[in-house]
């Protein structure tokens, strides 16, 4: 090219036994700025209340080395909620980067899926309707587990309402905004003809919030999480080829149809689990995987820094809830405010392009 030589920029390659990556060192460095702000952040969710304690004392009592009195305001009270705060992020960061990639489409998040509206839908009915067999199923699975339960039901419904011999993005998110309408229907019903006391308990419920976690809450949604995101991490690596094409996948022996449907129903039971720890908050599966994606500068939503940006924007919507109005609020009033305006630039940006 006249004399001139032209170097093409390749990210460098790194082999472990049967597997291997592009070694891409702005994402790891952006992983690891988000892992310390999203600690920092977790911390200082617990050092702030109506006892201050400094984030040293703070990290000392987490470590086993703090005093006795730190120990019962950090790990009993405060703990469980900042912990579910970070739990809840993180599994619908992932959830919402799942959707988002396997549809193809910003706008896929358990939200307007109808994930979160079945999980509540479950929820509201073992709330509102009295009766000794209901009484029996929340007193021995609990409203967490009954919410996975339901979040996974409709996930699955609208899984086999969508599929035609694969499983097209547009159609999904068509399905799922009209199963959303349903489970939302549903639940307007059960809170109509319910008594207004447990109206006032489920609409609490509703809204997704922090408020009073238990450790039993924290516990069944952590391991849920945990479990779900080492699944996603092994088949993460045949997901790559997917955004290629099914044709260019199934040439490089990817089996997408099955690659698919077991990311598609990790991501249901992760949006699930996060439903069961903190009811229905809203948009953090849709906002944090475009944030990250933007952050990481990736052309697809990446699934961990997608759960750190959603760990990260949890912790930090419901300090704001608590600290920085006038009266606290639940934390999905803050990511409402948030999402809300995104999802509009999301949709006014579809329309420009």
Known sequence: MNGTEVKASVAPGV????????????LVLVTLLLTAATFLLFCLSISIGDFPISLSRVIATILGRGE????????????????????VG??????????QSVARNPLASPDILGITGGASAVAVFLVTVSGGTTAAVVSTVGLSAAALAGGLGTGLLVYFLAWRRGVDGFRLILIGISVSAVMQAITTWLLVSADIKDVARAQAWLVGSLDDR????????????LVLCVVVAVVAFQFKPMHLGDEVAAGLGVRYSRVRAVLLLCAVLLAAAAVSAAGPVPFVALV???????VARCPTPPMVVSGLVGALLLIGSDLVARTALPISLPVGVVTAAIGGPFLVYLLVRANLK
């Not at 993180?90 to 959707?99: E, T």
């Not at 238990?214 to 999480?225: F, G, I, K, M």
């Open 15 to 26: 082999r472990l036994g049967p597997m291997s990556f592009v070694w891409r060192p702005w």
């Open 68 to 87: 006795q009195v730190d120990e019962f305001v950090v790990m009993d009270l405060r703990m469980p909620r900042a912990l579910a705060g970070v739990v």
């Open 90 to 99: 993180i599994a619908l960061g992932v959830s919402g980067a799942i959707l």
């Open 214 to 225: 238990s450790w039993d809450e924290v516990r069944l949604a952590s391991w849920c999480t």
């Open 288 to 294: 944090a995987p475009q944030v990250a994606m933007r």
